[in-house]
């Protein structure tokens, strides 16, 4: 897909489950289950979608996905299917680990870094050999050490052998022209989600403040979440903001779509597909309760 003068693509690392409880939190099973049902274990399905943006002279990944680095216990606990993974994704795009420039982690949870490494020769390495990597300092020391609350979120073995590789962020910062980290804290304290900016186009990885488009009504929010309201209060103030910009939305966990386009209709944040034309975002958006 175009991007003013880039090119983006969601790729896909396959599928993951998760409890549906712990990804709505407080919304009760009778009404997020009409969204995306559960299966006979509680969880529901959830995608594991990377975003590749190719500006001209980078390659530049957001995100990699889940990675392959687990046992049979794990890939049952987790419901990992691999129907595609990151790597066929950016080979089908004539791409190679070899080719990517930089990398952006939004979190360091196992389901969003675990292509930043892969095993080779009986080594854990980095996977994308030649790219930076980029990351809050505070998730980073964070992850190295996590509370009890969160500690299966984190598998070091995912992220730390690529630390020579790494740059450590403190804050907002613009990592290339047009694509900027914003730390926008809740699901943890330093999360970042990223805005990618070219020739008046805009779109918006939106990590796990909105996992999936599910989660676009302001209290439909994670018991993962560590800052439930920060959660709210971003959301609240930052939906509403790119509703206006007709910012692409990118999604890291739905399991239907990667991106969408928002609008605001009378207070309440709703839907537009992206392949509808711009012109008419209100008349077709789909609102969101």
């Known amino acids: 897909m175009k991007l003013g003068a880039f090119e983006i693509h969601a790729l896909s690392d396959g599928t993951f489950a998760l409890d549906g409880g712990q990804m709505f939190g407080v919304v009760p099973k009778a009404l997020w289950e009409k969204r995306i049902p559960a299966d006979a274990r509680n969880r529901i399905r959830l995608g594991l979608t990377c975003l590749l943006v190719r500006t001209g002279r980078q390659n530049v990944l957001i995100e990699t996905g889940i990675g392959d680095k ?112 914003e730390v926008v804290p809740g699901h943890t304290r330093h999360l970042q989600c990223v805005r990618i900016e070219s020739q008046g186009e805009s779109a918006y990885f939106i990590s796990d403040l909105v996992p999936t488009q599910a989660h676009l009504p302001f209290p439909w929010i994670m018991s993962f979440d560590l800052y439930p309201m920060e959660t709210l209060d971003n959301k609240k103030r930052l939906l509403p903001e790119l509703a206006r910009e007709g910012a692409l939305i990118v999604f890291p966990h739905d399991p239907e779509v990667p991106w969408v386009r928002l609008v605001d209709v009378e207070g309440r944040i709703a839907t537009q597909p992206v392949s509808a034309p711009a012109e008419a975002r209100t008349a077709t958006a789909k609102e969101e309760h």
């Open 70 to 181: 687990f046992d049979a216990k794990y890939t049952d606990i987790y419901g990992v299917e691999h129907t595609s993974t990151l790597l066929d994704g950016l080979n089908k795009l004539g791409l190679g680990a070899e080719d990517i420039d930089l990398v952006i982690n939004t979190h360091l949870h196992f389901d969003h870094c675990g292509w930043n490494t892969r095993r080779q020769n009986g080594k854990v390495v980095p996977t994308f050999s030649r790219a930076r990597y980029y990351v809050q300092r505070g998730e980073w020391e964070h992850a190295l050490h996590p509370t009890e609350r969160d500690r299966a979120s984190y598998v070091e073995e995912f992220f730390r052998p690529a630390e020579a590789q790494t740059e450590f962020l403190d804050g907002d910062r613009e990592i290339l022209p047009g694509i900027r980290v």
